[in-house]
Nanobody, 125 residues
């Protein structure tokens, strides 16, 4: 059974940092494209960062230079380091797995077929 479990969310002031983690089980993390998405109230879920099988990465323009995606295949854990957070970053953050996708890292939501339960990130003073 595929399971994804996010953690690390919380309340942070603008300009602060958070590190999200996603523990994956039921499939080989190393063999699949993984991504972080976020969904703010009243908005669509949007791609934030993605990492491919051989560590290629892509980022949404809104987070380039501030967010870093990484993974530890041995610990089967995906990470998202978020620095210089802005109030617009307030959302529920989801970890996703594109288990049937044979291409490189992608932010296309339709390619992801498994999701975690999400972790709330609130950026506010």
């Amino acid at each position: 059974e595929v399971q994804l479990a996010e953690s690390g969310g919380g309340l942070v002031q603008p300009g602060g940092s958070l590190r999200l983690s996603c523990v994956a089980s039921g499939f080989p993390l190393s063999d699949n494209v993984m991504g972080w998405f976020r969904q703010a109230p009243g908005k669509e879920r949007e791609g934030v960062a993605t990492i491919g099988r051989v560590y290629g990465t892509r980022y949404a323009d809104s987070v380039k230079g501030r967010f870093t995606i990484s993974k530890d295949n041995g610990k089967t854990t995906l990470y998202l380091q978020m620095d210089s957070l802005k109030p617009g970053g307030t959302a529920v953050y989801f970890c996703g797995a594109a288990l049937d996708f044979g291409g490189p890292a992608t932010l296309a939501r339709g390619e992801y077929n498994d999701w975690g339960q999400g972790t709330q990130v609130t950026v506010s003073s």
